[in-house]
């Protein structure tokens, strides 16, 4: 067993003992190199002395933060039974990228962030860990930046000198030595860099390219207290290193549309199960072009002549939306949904099919804003009841 334990005259001892090369380092000190501009640290300060682990990372694409779901650790577990964990109490922290902020939230207000614009790490962006054994072997591949000609390439180097044991006493071999990466570009130029020193194996370092492309993100790994931490999926950290932007080969607008898009098809399936479940709102299932559909309707004077006051006008099924895209032909990526709402109002009862726009898509809405035709299809609004359909138009 080794003792690296922090007690002053032990530290001096094993200083005394060490030889120069392994004598300065320190588990888990980091540092960044190159790049230093492209560097934002975020600590996560504690609530109330408790202290929690990251469970799951969101990326809002739109407004470039990172949405960090916190597990609390309770202060005393009972290893033979430790708690579960949906049995854990949860906090989102909020790292404001452009502004360089951070901030806990309830978990009512990090629930509210959620949109059409907010996606998963993973599956969305690249994830690496900087592993030992991949790096001995040579196997780390380069991690390819998303939307951008950037790399992030996985560094180690590694030393074993002889180290005085204390117990049992005698000479040992001791490895020590540094684990990080290079963020590269197509020349191989190194624009901004990671180093973390470690003694025997290093602690492990998890992190991931944002899914635009811009970020790379690495929260910095403490030692876990209780084993039910990492067997439980989360990630003890006290600090988050940030490092970017970095430039993209795609516009911003252009990516935003490109993941909504890809959100849409490959998370509907888990989402549609939690919506179903009543886990998540339809306005977080659906995004702003629900509010668009509802304020279509809402606004419409003619509509309101028609029916009255309307008393409900909600959406239970996803399967009462679908996507709404530009006209043209080739691969286009959809500008709202076309929803299909349960109408209840005071002179009427039944259905209303309206469209919604998403205000992301503006751009790409007013490219088409010529096309009469399609203008027209847009603000249609039909409203089904027993006695037959009610069209109007609803700008």
């Known amino acids: 067993m080794w003792l690296w334990a922090k007690n002053t005259a032990l530290i001096g001892l094993l200083t005394l003992l060490s030889t120069p090369a392994l004598a300065g380092l320190e588990q888990g000190r980091w540092s960044t190199p190159v790049g230093g501009d492209l560097v934002q640290v975020y600590q996560v300060p504690p609530r109330q002395s408790t202290s929690f682990a990251l469970n799951r990372t969101h990326y809002d694409v739109a407004d470039q933060m990172f949405i960090l779901d916190m597990a609390e650790l309770p202060g005393h577990v009972n290893e033979a039974a430790p708690p579960k964990p949906e049995d854990l109490r949860h906090m989102a922290f909020l790292l404001r990228l452009n502004t360089q902020q951070s901030q806990w939230l309830t978990t009512e207000q990090g629930r509210d962030l959620f949109n059409a614009d907010v996606v998963p790490l993973p599956p969305f962006g690249a994830a690496f860990t900087l592993a030992l054994d991949d790096l001995r072997a040579g196997t780390a591949a380069p991690v390819e930046q998303p939307y951008g000609t950037l790399d992030l390439t996985p560094v180690l180097q590694e030393e074993a000198q002889k180290q005085m044991r204390l117990w049992p006493p005698g000479m040992a071999e001791q490895a020590g030595g540094t684990i990080g990466f290079d963020v590269r570009d197509d020349a191989g130029a190194v624009l901004a860099s990671f180093r973390a020193e470690f003694i025997d194996t290093p602690l492990a370092y998890r992190g991931a390219w944002s899914p635009d492309g811009r970020w790379v993100f690495l929260p910095l790994p403490q030692r876990a207290k209780t084993e039910w931490v990492a067997a439980m999926g989360a990630f ?39 919506f179903a479940a009543g886990k998540i709102s339809a306005d977080e299932f659906f995004g702003p072009a629900l509010n668009d559909a509802r304020a279509r309707v809402q606004r419409c004077a003619d509509l309101r002549d028609a029916i009255g006051p309307i008393y409900e006008l909600s959406i239970k099924n996803a399967k009462d939306a679908r996507p709404l895209y530009p006209p043209g032909d080739g691969d286009r990526l959809p500008v709202g949904q076309l929803f299909t709402l349960k109408l209840d109002a005071e002179k009427v009862r039944g259905k209303v099919v309206v469209a919604g726009l998403d205000p992301a898509a503006a751009p790409a809405i007013a490219a088409f804003a010529a096309d009469q035709g399609w203008t027209n299809d847009v603000q249609t609004v039909m409203v089904h009841t027993t006695d037959g359909v009610l069209t109007l138009k609803c700008p």
């Open 236 to 274: 003890a950290t006290r600090d988050i290193l940030v490092l970017g932007p970095f430039e993209t080969t795609r516009s911003r607008d252009a990516i935003r549309m490109e993941l909504r898009d890809r959100a849409a098809k490959e998370g509907r399936t888990s989402r549609t199960a939690d």
